[in-house]
């Protein structure tokens, strides 16, 4: 219906019950490209979590040793590992939570490491993205 096919004394509630052809359409375009920009966004921060890195210690701790715990030791503690050379990805940490081994690692060293990394707390390095991996999605 056009506003001029409605008498004048309903034509203010009419507009306002029945939205126009124009609006409807104007609504839906709205909805479409947020629908297109927020789809790109998780796959975006899918890809970020897999690739953000987890260094083992962190630089605050380097030249300390991993004992069996998880836990922070002096250099030549019996039974500890050096630290890593390389921060690990998300992925490969992921990875390593489900059974594998974390990339240039003996299976104990990587247990170590595990235990180091689960252990971190907000404000250490690694942290941010070692709780992304945890978070459903």
Same mark, same amino acid.
């Given at each position: 219906?056009?506003?001029?096919?409605?008498?004048a004394?309903?034509?203010?509630?009419?507009?306002?019950a029945v939205?126009?052809?124009?609006?409807m359409?104007a609504?839906g !375009?709205?909805?479409?490209s947020?629908?297109?920009?927020i /789809?790109?966004a998780?796959? *975006? @921060?899918?890809?970020?979590v897999m690739?953000?890195q987890?260094?083992?210690?962190?630089p605050?701790?380097?030249g300390?040793?991993i004992?069996a715990?998880?836990?922070?030791v002096p250099?030549g503690?019996?039974?500890?590992f050096?630290g890593? !050379?390389?921060?690990?990805?998300?992925e490969?940490v992921k /990875?390593?939570v489900?059974? *594998? @081994?974390?990339?240039?690692?003996?299976?104990?060293?990587?247990?170590a490491?595990?235990q180091y990394?689960r252990?971190?707390q907000?404000?250490?390095?690694?942290?941010t993205?070692?709780?992304s991996?945890?978070?459903p999605?």
């Amino acid at each position: 219906m056009e506003s001029n096919d409605i008498p004048a004394e309903n034509q203010g509630q009419s507009e306002e019950a029945v939205p126009s052809r124009r609006k409807m359409l104007a609504l839906g !375009a709205v909805g479409v490209s947020a629908a297109l920009t927020i /789809r790109p966004a998780f796959a *975006q @921060t899918a890809v970020s979590v897999m690739n953000c890195q987890i260094p083992v210690p962190g630089p605050s701790s380097a030249g300390k040793y991993i004992d069996a715990n998880g836990k922070l030791v002096p250099p030549g503690t019996k039974g500890a590992f050096p630290g890593s !050379a390389r921060a690990f990805t998300g992925e490969e940490v992921k /990875r390593a939570v489900r059974g *594998q @081994t974390l990339p240039g690692t003996t299976y104990n060293q990587s247990q170590a490491y595990l235990q180091y990394i689960r252990r971190l707390q907000a404000g250490q390095s690694g942290f941010t993205c070692f709780a992304s991996i945890q978070m459903p999605r």
